[in-house]
């Protein structure tokens, strides 16, 4: 049963435009949710994360939305920039319940951004 | 990159022969991972660890053992290579927070 779900597998968007990345969870236990870039033959980078006591936070382009009731939480990247171009991944954490800081990932969303 | 490096890069084995792969790292952090990148899978977690000598199983162990006699490092074995164990494996350090780090993964092919 797949706990954290990324149901676009790509998304397309033109330079400067905003890139919306969903994904959605289904363990209420989840109180850490962060979202990693992946570009080609590298590790994922972390980029931006949110505990659930927030609805919000902002880094620079990237801001992430907590929706706890949806149990949805979004990434916002604006301006896009070719350089964003890369697979995002969701990642969710539910360390309430000590399971020493393991984490559930979704399946990824590969974000192409066009000049 | 919270100073971890994985060996080797990439790897060409067999089937039914063993294969290590080594994380290390320089920041001596407690909590170290191991997983594996999958193609319509993302990450997936195999083993992990909270301390020297102190592992346990992630959602896709069987085929894998580990090992972390000491702090920076951590070891991952596949005792007899399968072509389903062909992936690009990845090791994480838990740096603060909830927050993992990677390295730069390790691409292993089984013949």
């Known amino acids: 049963d797949q706990q954290v779900k990324q149901n676009s597998p790509s998304l397309s968007v033109q330079e400067g435009r905003i890139s919306i990345l969903n994904c959605d969870y289904t363990?209420?236990?989840?109180?850490?949710f962060l979202w990693y870039k992946k570009y080609p033959a590298e590790g994922p980078t972390f980029l931006i994360s949110?505990?659930?006591?927030?609805d919000k936070n902002e880094d620079g382009r990237f801001t992430v939305f907590l929706n706890k009731s949806a149990k949805h939480l979004s990434l916002h990247i604006v301006p896009s920039q070719p350089g964003d171009s890369a697979v995002y991944f969701c990642a969710a954490s539910a360390n309430s319940g000590g399971s020493n800081y393991k984490l559930t990932f979704g399946k990824g969303t590969l974000l192409t951004v066009n000049p | 990159d919270a100073g971890i490096t994985q060996s080797p890069r990439h790897k060409v084995t067999e089937t039914g022969t063993p294969v290590t792969l080594r994380c290390h790292q320089t920041e001596n952090h407690r909590y170290m991972y191991w997983y594996r990148q999958d193609p319509g899978h993302g990450l997936r977690l195999i083993h992990y660890s909270y301390g020297v000598k102190d592992t346990d199983k992630g959602e896709v162990s069987d085929g894998y053992s580990v090992s972390r006699s000491k702090t920076e490092d951590f070891l991952l074995t596949l005792e007899s290579a399968t072509s389903s164990q062909t992936s690009v494996y990845f090791c994480?350090?838990?740096?603060?927070?909830?927050?993992?780090?990677f390295g730069p993964g390790t691409r292993l092919t089984v013949l």
């Open positions: 994480a350090v838990r740096a603060g927070g909830d927050t993992q780090y």
């Open positions: 949110i505990s659930s006591i927030k």
């Open positions: 363990n209420s236990m989840f109180d850490y």
